[in-house]
C-alpha cells in the first residue's frame, strides 16, 4: 500500500505497477494540479487528519492514479500540461468504476461558459482561484457525504438484488419440485386408471361366467391349482 505525505507531491512515480489499494479508514482524494504551489495550498486545506490525499501533476498520472484507487473525490486544474481538465473528466466519467467519484473543477478561469461547459461533461462542482479556504472545505466535505450515501444506497441495492436473484432461485428450485410431483401424481393416477379398468374388466367377466353357470345345461365345475372343486353350476348337482 501507499500514503503520500504533506507536503503534496506527484504520484507519478509512486504509482505501482498493478492494483494496490491500502486499508481505507479515512477519504481518499485525488488533487490534479500541475502547479506545485498550488497542490501544497489545496491539501493543507483539506487536513491530513481527515483525509488521505494524492496529488498528480499530469492528467495522465491523474488516469493512473483512478485505475489503482479508489477515490472519494478529486479536485481538477482545468489547465493541465498534457490535457485540459474538462477532457480529463470526460475521459474518466466514461467509465463506470469512475463515473460515480464527484469533481470538482479548481480553476482561475471564472466564466459562465466554462462552468456550464464543464458541469455537462461531468464535473459536480467548481471553484475559482483564489480559493476560499471555507467554502472548500464545506463543498468537498459535502460532495464525499452525498458520496458516501450514493455508495451505502448502492450497497443495499446490490444486497438487495442479492436477494431477489435468492429468491428467484429459490423459486425456480420449488417449481422444479412441484412439477415433479405433479409428474409423479399423474404417473400414479394413470397407474390407478389402468387397475380401476382392469378391476372392472374382471367384474364383467366374474358376472358372464356367473351367467353362464346358471344357464347351462351341462354340468360345470370349477377347480384352483391343486385340483380342488371350488364352483359347480346347478346342472352339475341336478
Request: charged residues 30%.
Amino acid at each position: 500500500c501507499f500514503y503520500f505525505e504533506l507536503p503534496c507531491e506527484d504520484a507519478t512515480q509512486k504509482v505501482p505497477a498493478s492494483r494496490v489499494e491500502p486499508v481505507k479508514n479515512k477519504p481518499h482524494l485525488l488533487i490534479v494540479e500541475d502547479d506545485q504551489a498550488t497542490a501544497e495550498i489545496l491539501s493543507a486545506l483539506l487536513p491530513g487528519e481527515h483525509y488521505d490525499i494524492d496529488c498528480a501533476a499530469t492528467g495522465q498520472a491523474a488516469l493512473e492514479l483512478l485505475q489503482l484507487r479508489d477515490y472519494d473525490l478529486m479536485t481538477l486544474d482545468l489547465n493541465l500540461p498534457d490535457m485540459d481538465g474538462i477532457q480529463l473528466c470526460y475521459r474518466f466519467k466514461e467509465n463506470p468504476r469512475l463515473a460515480d467519484i464527484p469533481v470538482i473543477m479548481v480553476t482561475s478561469l471564472d466564466d459562465l461558459a466554462t462552468e456550464l461547459r464543464a458541469v455537462e461533461l461531468g464535473a459536480n462542482d467548481y471553484v475559482t482561484k483564489p480559493v476560499r479556504h471555507l467554502e472548500l472545505r464545506l463543498r468537498v466535505a459535502n460532495w464525499i457525504r452525498m458520496k458516501a450515501m450514493a455508495d451505502e444506497n448502492y450497497d443495499v441495492r446490490r444486497h438487495l438484488e442479492g436477494v431477489v436473484l435468492e429468491l428467484e432461485r429459490s423459486q425456480a428450485h420449488v417449481r422444479e419440485l412441484l412439477e415433479e410431483r405433479t409428474r409423479r401424481l399423474a404417473h400414479a393416477q394413470d397407474a390407478l386408471e389402468q387397475e380401476r379398468i382392469s378391476l372392472e374388466e374382471t367384474r364383467l367377466q366374474l358376472r358372464l361366467l356367473d351367467t353362464v353357470l346358471l344357464h347351462s345345461l351341462q354340468g360345470i365345475t370349477i377347480t384352483d391349482a391343486q385340483g380342488t372343486i371350488v364352483r359347480v353350476n346347478p346342472a352339475f348337482t341336478a
